[in-house]
Antibody, heavy 121, light 113 residues
Framework: QVQLVESGGGLVKPGGSLRLTCAAS????????MSWIRQAPGKGLESISY????????FYADSVKGRFTISRDNANNVLYLQMHSLRADDSAVYYC??????????????WGQGTQVTVSS | NFVLTQPHSVSESPGETVTISCTGS????????VQWYQQRPGSAPTTVIY?????PSGVPDRFSGSIDSSSNSALLTISGLKTEDEGDYYC????????????FGGGTQLTVL
């Protein structure tokens, strides 16, 4: 069965860095676009980044552009999110998500359980 | 900018039918597919509708999605409401199709009382 397991969250000071990891299993990872979506405490969902299956295209929301970098290791079925210059408003649960098989711009079929990132001094 | 607007909350009784709207502004709701996600308290979101009206496997047919072009809205209808349907529901679509920029509605809290 499809599993997406995020890790790497934690408490970090403003201006600090963190790298999130999403370990994927149960499907052919290299065939799918992968995304990071976050949810601030008590707030709604925000899609912040995605990467194409072949790593040739990436998307970033304006809120993270220039500070966050998405990448993937198709050999080891891992998705990453490198976060720099973190701010208090980056505090959120970060979810990894996978597209639907064979579909384009059709949302996400599977979601991980999320990892908490807290930016505070 | 394409914005999706949802009612903040809706409530209905068990066994009844509820419809949650998702109104687009700054573009046409039928330019890109609309998805709906359910998020129960303390849990990750799950997908209940994709491509406007498709149900992923495992989602009961009590959940249905549609597009109302006249009001530029997507609609999520849940019939035969159960207490387990309580939670937040988010609609989602895209700004464009070539290099899609995902956008979410603000979410609707469904109470089944």
């Amino acid at each position: 069965q499809v599993q997406l397991v995020e890790s790497g969250g934690g408490l970090v000071k403003p201006g600090g860095s963190l790298r999130l990891t999403c370990a994927a299993s149960g499907f052919t990872f290299s065939n799918y676009y992968m995304s990071w979506i976050r949810q601030a405490p008590g707030k709604g969902l925000e899609s912040i980044s995605y990467i194409s299956s072949g790593r040739d295209y990436t998307f970033y929301a304006d809120s993270v552009k220039g500070r966050f970098t998405i990448s993937r290791d198709n050999a080891n079925n891992v998705l990453y999110l490198q976060m720099h210059s973190l701010r208090a408003d980056d505090s959120a649960v970060y979810y990894c998500a996978r597209d639907f098989e064979g579909r384009y711009a059709s949302g996400w079929q599977f979601w991980g359980q999320g990892t908490q990132v807290t930016v505070s001094s | 900018n394409f914005v999706l607007t949802q009612p903040h909350s809706v409530s209905e009784s068990p066994g009844e039918t509820v419809t949650i709207s998702c109104t687009g502004s700054g573009g046409s709701i039928d330019s890109n597919y609309v998805q709906w996600y359910q998020q129960r308290p303390g849990s990750a979101p799950t997908t209940v509708i994709y491509e406007d009206s498709q149900r992923p496997s495992g989602v009961p047919d009590r959940f249905s999605g549609s597009i109302d072009s006249s009001s530029n809205s997507a609609l999520l209808t849940i019939s035969g409401l159960k207490t387990e349907d309580e939670g937040d529901y988010y609609c989602q679509s895209y700004h464009s199709r070539v290099h899609p920029s995902p956008v979410f509605g603000g979410g609707t809290q469904l109470t089944v009382l």
